[in-house]
């Protein structure tokens, strides 16, 4: 269970409380010395990688790195 605070002091000290909790530690908020929410980090999931999945689906014409036509640099340029 984390440090209790309560709505006063969570609200003065908001941006103290987050890093806190950045660092790991949990709070809890209290309403009239009752607990009614948990601030704590989002443990954010990471998606595994699969290799080859966009396979076919991704098509590379043969010139694709070809020179650009003149009028298209022309376009660039202005």
Do not use: W, Y
Not at 38 to 65: S, W
């Amino acid at each position: 269970m984390g440090a209790k605070v309560n709505v006063h002091e969570a609200k003065t000290h908001f941006s103290s409380l987050l890093t806190r909790v950045e660092k790991g530690e949990e709070i809890i908020i209290c309403k009239s010395g009752k607990p009614v929410a948990c601030l704590r980090a989002i443990e954010e999931k990471k998606v595994k990688r699969i290799p080859g999945n966009a396979k076919e689906k991704v098509i590379i014409a043969e010139n694709f790195d070809a020179p650009l036509p003149q009028s298209i640099l022309n376009g660039f340029e202005q």
